[in-house]
């Protein structure tokens, strides 16, 4: 299974860059690179864009599905832990799926946009980026029956049309808290869940993959094998743990 990109994000200061500077305005535009590579500080001043929300909930999202040969597997530990999810899909990944990306909603799931194709904003042009969210969503609006709410860009990466894109589509975006660096071959459950827990605060959103189609082959197990660790970890702080949906985002604002 081949998709057009097989690079894996940049690091979370290039996202937030990124992102500031499509949306945020000139002044944040020129503070944004010394800001936003600290973690407090860029939590604080785009708070619905990373994914913060109630303070005794964990939104859990999975990126680049669907995928006949791993989210079946991510579904039943889902089912087998209680927990709702957000799926941020790809377009094309659901159109060669058959009939998973209306099973993941069927079973309660909450499918959101993560593309059309898996490619960086900022190598597409304006035009294409709006296109690809259109598609996108009419894609899964029409797979699932449901009309997606929400979009992550491939990477968190933001081009100048990106902002407009979602606008256009109908969809918010929201990028995430914490992620599992769960894309890497030697990524494990146990490192998933030790990276996770570096970056997570109380209300944080979690990124995890349910597909290796632009990770290292079978890396998807990693994510797999945390969630039962996580499970304990965030029952421990007392946290509950669902979709997007649940966890109190305010809409229309980063
Ligand atoms: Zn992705």
Redesign the pocket.
């Known amino acids: 299974m081949t998709t057009p990109a097989r690079r894996r ?1 940049p690091p979370p200061q290039l996202a937030w860059l990124a992102a500031a500077t499509a949306g945020a305005g000139a002044v944040l535009a020129q503070t944004a690179p010394a800001l936003t590579a600290v973690p407090v500080v860029r939590r604080a001043i785009f708070p619905r864009l990373t994914g913060l929300g109630r303070p005794d909930h964990v939104a859990l999202t999975f ?2 599905g669907p995928d006949p040969a791993s989210t079946p597997q991510f579904l039943a530990e889902l089912d087998r832990l209680g927990w709702k999810a957000t799926f ?1 899909m ?1 377009g094309s990944m659901a159109r060669r799926s058959g009939g998973l990306a209306a099973e993941v909603a069927a079973a309660g799931h909450e499918v959101a946009v ?2 059309d194709v ?1 490619l960086s904003q900022v190598w597409r042009t304006p035009s294409a980026v709006i296109d690809d969210a259109r598609r996108a969503r009419d894609t899964l609006a029409e797979l699932t029956g449901t009309t997606p709410a929400w979009m ?1 860009p ?2 968190g990466t933001l081009s100048g049309a990106g902002p407009e894109a979602a606008r256009r589509a109908g969809l918010e975006l929201v990028l995430w808290t914490a992620w599992g660096r769960d ?1 890497r071959a030697e990524a494990t459950p146990s490192s998933v869940t030790a990276d996770i827990g570096t970056d997570m605060v109380p209300g944080g959103t979690v990124l995890l ?1 349910d597909s290796d ?2 990770s290292a082959p079978g890396a998807w197990r990693s994510a797999l094998g945390s969630l039962a660790r996580l499970a304990d970890v965030w029952a421990g702080r007392g946290w509950t743990v669902g979709p997007l949906r649940d966890h109190g985002l305010r809409p229309g604002r980063f």
């Open positions: 994000p990126d680049d941020f790809l993560h593309g898996h992550r491939p990477y894309w993959h189609c632009t």
